[in-house]
């Protein structure tokens, strides 16, 4: 079983960053696939970005170029660093695992935190 805790999020003014942490339990988290989702009020929760065992990154256009994935294996920790944040990025950010090649489906994903909220101020 794999435990995710997410942290990091908070109210930010547009423009500004914030970079979220998800810390996992486990001894296998390199073997992981990771991504991060939201849900934006009123609407289903979406991919974001993933990373694979190896490193390999994955983005949703909306957030190319503004969002950097990245993981640290020797702390078990996945983050999402977010840059020129704007009020659409306003949404409750969820970390998720799979012991598997990476996805952009939430249902395949195993492992779920509990969510860290990101409100963008205009």
């Known amino acids: 079983q794999v435990q995710l805790v997410e942290s990091g999020g908070g109210l930010v003014q547009a423009g500004g960053s914030l970079r979220l942490s998800c810390a996992a339990s486990?001894?296998?988290?390199?073997?992981?696939?990771m991504g991060w989702f939201r849900r934006a009020p009123g609407k289903e929760r979406s991919f974001v970005a993933s990373?694979?065992?190896?490193?390999?990154?994955y983005y949703t256009d909306a957030v190319k170029g503004r969002f950097t994935i990245s993981r640290d294996n020797a702390k078990n920790t996945v983050y999402l660093q977010m840059n020129s944040l704007n009020p659409e990025d306003t949404a409750v950010y969820y970390c998720?695992?799979?012991?598997?090649?990476?996805?952009?489906?939430?249902?395949?994903?195993?492992?779920w935190g509990q969510g860290t909220q990101v409100t963008v101020s205009s």
């Open positions: 990373i694979d065992w190896s490193g390999g990154t």
């Open positions: 998720a695992g799979r012991d598997r090649t990476t996805a952009t489906l939430a249902t395949l994903y195993d492992y």
């Open positions: 486990g001894r296998t988290f390199s073997r992981y696939a």
